[in-house]
């Protein structure tokens, strides 16, 4: 059975820190692309940060600079690490993992940026 659980959101002011996890099971996890989405009220879902199984990396331009997507193999699970975080930032923040033949969607944590 294929499980994606995301960890770590919450209420964090302006200008916080957060770091998000995504533990995998029941998937070749080093062998897939992990990426984070997100999806404010209102809004469409939209790509965050990207990481391939070669750990090649890729950022939306309104986290570039200020998020860091990484991943460890042996625990099969991929981090979010968001620094200086903006209100714009507040959404459902969901795990993606996907390859060849696999699309997996975690249920999502909430991520919550005051003022």
């Known amino acids: 059975q294929v499980q994606l659980v995301e960890s770590g959101g919450g209420l964090v002011q302006a200008g916080g820190s957060l770091r998000l996890s995504c533990a995998t099971s029941?998937?070749?996890?080093?062998?897939?692309?992990m990426d984070w989405y997100r999806q404010a009220p209102g809004k469409q879902r939209e790509l965050v940060a990207g990481?391939?199984?070669?750990?090649?990396?890729n950022y939306a331009d309104s986290v570039k600079g200020r998020f860091t997507i990484s991943r460890d193999n042996a625990k099969n699970t991929v981090y979010l690490d968001m620094n200086s975080l903006k209100p714009e930032d507040t959404a459902v923040y969901y795990c993606?993992?996907?390859?060849?033949?696999?699309?997996?969607w975690g249920q999502g944590t909430q991520v919550t940026v005051s003022e």
């Open positions: 993606h993992a996907r390859g060849l033949s696999a699309d997996y």
């Open positions: 029941g998937i070749i996890f080093r062998f897939l692309t």
């Open positions: 990481i391939t199984s070669g750990g090649s990396t």
